[in-house]
């Protein structure tokens, strides 16, 4: 069946560093979108960072623009969210989402923490 199975997140201090990946399975992983969404404690869950089929190209909020950095490896069906620079503002659950055509997948999230 479908997974997506996001790991990596945790307690980091402002101005750290975490690296998220999300493992992939049960779907033509090479075929599909990759993005990563976050939701703060009473917030909608939003866009963080998205990234073609091929890994050319790639789009980010505004707000993590030049901190974070996702990539995918299609060899091994995962995607990954380097996030650098962290800010008490960028905790929150993220989660990993597939899409391709009328087919979406979502993860169960992985909680990051930045405090001091």
């Known amino acids: 069946q479908v997974q997506l199975v996001e790991s990596g997140g945790g307690l980091v201090q402002p101005g750290g560093s975490l690296r998220l990946s999300c493992a992939a399975s049960g779907f033509t992983f090479s075929s599909y979108v990759m993005s990563w969404y976050r939701q703060a404690p009473g917030k909608e869950r939003g866009l963080v960072a998205r990234?073609?089929?091929?890994?050319?190209?790639?789009n980010y909020a505004d707000s993590v623009k030049g901190r974070f950095t996702i990539s995918r490896d299609n060899a091994k069906k995962t995607v990954y969210l380097q996030m650098n620079s962290l800010k008490p503002e960028d905790t929150a659950v993220y989660y990993c989402?597939?899409?391709?055509?009328?087919?979406?997948?979502w993860g169960q999230g992985t909680q990051v923490t930045v405090s001091s």
């Open positions: 990234i073609s089929y091929s890994g050319i190209v790639t």
């Open positions: 989402n597939a899409h391709f055509q009328s087919s979406d997948y």
